[in-house]
């Protein structure tokens, strides 16, 4: 077995974003090509109600998915054709835009707000796919316990447990719990590209201590390997996908392939024409 080497760091950078969200942006515009097909990571880590609180009130999206997973906290969310719902710790909500929605997604006050916000690409021929979206469930995320660590399974699968099958794009998301002095080796495929984000702690990984809140982008091999610091616990996220090489044309809540088409996807907002189909649940 070939174990993948660190290939990019990107430490998460503090923002605000929606109606006054204090979040980290990790991933954005500037890792597009390395992380192919994933395009953002937001982190959400606060015990202040006031950093989230305003949420992220109606807004477009087109072109990709977005994934939304709490390890604590809570968080509603609607969409203009009458999708919703609310996730707690330990849930996800999976949105495919495809052609175009509209959505909120509002953080309620809650003693710890922790999760993260990705953004999935969509390829080119299924950027116009029906919008649809869905509540992952506690009981629809496959837990794999082992004396080390503790394997939530969002999509994919992890020895033989099994997530949800995404719609589009056939990614593998874990959200690892990883005990102290513990280390753990997840096998990858060898197409996919693969990255961890540190969600608390610091990791050790290849013999360097990588801090809570980056994204480690690992390259070519069949498996990666993660380990704590001494007398530290970890919980981070394992992200796998085959990247697409497509161009990507990212303008705020709407990803293309060419500058036309998100122009015209603007100009559609404008004149009111940019909603297609209706959404339905998976």
């Not at 515009?29 to 949420?55: C, E, Q, R, V, W």
């Not at 509603?76 to 719902?85: A, T």
């Not at 969509?122 to 509540?135: H, R, S, V």
């Amino acid at each position: 077995m070939a174990t993948r080497k660190v290939k990019r760091l990107v430490t998460g950078q503090r923002a605000i974003d929606g109606a006054g969200v204090h979040l980290m942006r990790v991933l954005g515009p500037d890792t597009i090509t390395d992380y192919d097909p994933f395009l953002m990571l937001d982190s959400f880590d606060s015990h202040n109600p006031a950093d989230y609180i305003k949420g992220f009130p109606f807004h477009p999206h087109r072109g990709i998915e977005t994934i939304s997973y709490l390890v604590q906290g809570e968080m509603s969310h609607q969409d203009s054709l009458g999708n919703k719902g609310t996730i707690h710790g330990g849930e996800s909500q999976w949105m495919t835009a495809g052609s175009g929605i509209m959505h909120q997604e509002m953080p309620q006050a809650s003693k710890h707000m922790l999760g993260v916000q990705l953004w999935l690409n969509l390829p080119q021929n299924e950027k116009m796919t029906d919008p649809t979206y869905f509540d992952i469930t506690g009981e629809m995320i496959g837990v794999k316990e082992t004396a080390d660590a503790t394997v939530h399974v969002l999509a994919g699968e992890y020895d033989g447990t099994k997530g949800v099958e995404p719609p589009h794009i056939k990614a593998t998301i874990y959200d690892v719990e990883l005990k102290e002095g513990k280390t753990i080796t997840l096998p990858t495929k060898a197409e996919d590209n693969v990255f961890v984000f540190l969600i608390e702690g610091n990791a050790v990984i290849e013999g360097q201590t990588v801090a809570e809140k980056t994204a480690v982008l690992f390259g070519e091999g069949s498996e990666i390997k993660v380990s704590t610091e001494t007398g530290k616990v970890l919980r981070f996220m394992m992200c796998a996908a085959k990247p697409l090489g497509e161009p990507v044309a990212w303008g705020g809540p709407i990803v293309m392939n060419t500058r036309e088409e998100l122009d015209h996807a603007f100009k559609e907002l404008d004149k009111g024409t940019f909603i297609k189909h209706n959404a339905a649940h998976i």
